[in-house]
Each structure stands twice: as structure tokens, then as C-alpha cells.
């Protein structure tokens, strides 16, 4: 199986993938305390105000102050993670670069094996769309390279797997 997947079909600009390289990316999630993309947009908001707040009242109270240099115990927790974590990444950003014109308006999720035909969502569905990559630390070579999880987390236990790509039509 190839590690490949293919944004294609009705798109200015064909996406080609390769999902080994996400555990590297900021933007990914982890896939064991997601609970859909509404609520992780939330989250993340609502976390980045505490952590404004937080450092606005440190930096009144006490002054600014030069980070610390030994932070190795932080890069060790985060390698740790990085092993043994379930990761998936917002579609959106692969989605938009690919530019669908106007009157695309559905995405077929193509699969290897029995339902080769693919499962078909709406475009506006597809940009609310989780891709996952790993699980517990390895990629998705049995059931992947690829699941595919919709935005609202209904199928975080059952997601769409073995994905070979994403046609536009």
C-alpha cells in the first residue's frame, strides 16, 4: 500500500500528500481527547486566553523575564507524546490549497477494498474533516495510510478507513 493520498478531480491544483510527515506539524491533534472540530476550536481559544491572561499577570507583577535554558525535561515529555500518541490534522488547510472552483460541491473519499466506490460528503463537510495519521505512535499501515473523521467526532470510533485519496467532483 502507498503512502501517498491524492487531493484530485474538480481543483485548480492537485494535492499530493504524504502523511509521515504530519507528526512534525503544529497544527496536528490528538485524536484520544478530540471531540470534534467545533469544540477543539473552542478549546483552543479559550486555552490561548488563559495563557494570554496568565502571562500578562506574571509579566505586571514580576516583570518580563528571560526564559529558562534547561528545558529538557519539556523536550523529553513532548518526544514521549510525539512516540506514543494518536494524531490526526484539520483537513481545511489541504482542502484550500487545492482551490475547488464555485460548482464543486461534493468530495468523494476514495477507498481501497470493499467500498471502492468511496463515501461521499458535502464540500462544506469535507473542510470540517480530521485526518488521522497515527495510532499509539505508528502509522496507519494495516488500515490506512489514512482515516478520515467527521467534524462533529461521530464516527471517532468507527472512522472511514483506507483511504488511498480525495476526489472533487
Do not use: C
Not at 478531480?9 to 481527547?33: A, E
Not at 499577570?57 to 512516540?83: F, Y
Not at 473542510?127 to 464516527?155: C, R
Amino acid at each position: 500500500m502507498d503512502f501517498i493520498v491524492m487531493i484530485h478531480g474538480n481543483v485548480q491544483h492537485t494535492i499530493t500528500i504524504d502523511p509521515t510527515v504530519w507528526i512534525f506539524d503544529d497544527r496536528k491533534i490528538d485524536l484520544t481527547s478530540w471531540s470534534g472540530e467545533k469544540n477543539r476550536k473552542e478549546e483552543e481559544m479559550e486555552q490561548y486566553k488563559k495563557d494570554i491572561s496568565k502571562q500578562w499577570d506574571k509579566e505586571i507583577t514580576e516583570g518580563a523575564q528571560m526564559p529558562k535554558r534547561n528545558q529538557t525535561n519539556q523536550v523529553r515529555n513532548k518526544k514521549e507524546e510525539l512516540i506514543k500518541g494518536t494524531f490526526g490534522i484539520p483537513f481545511e488547510s489541504f482542502l484550500k490549497n487545492a482551490e475547488p472552483p464555485e460548482n464543486a460541491a461534493k468530495v468523494v473519499v476514495e477507498t481501497y477494498g470493499e467500498n471502492e466506490t468511496g463515501h461521499i460528503a458535502s464540500l462544506d463537510e469535507a473542510y470540517q474533516f480530521v485526518i488521522g495519521f497515527s495510532e499509539n505512535g505508528k502509522p496507519l499501515k494495516e488500515t490506512g495510510p489514512v482515516h478520515v473523521y467527521y467534524g462533529d467526532g461521530s464516527n471517532k470510533e468507527n472512522p472511514i478507513t483506507h483511504v488511498k485519496g480525495f476526489r472533487i467532483v
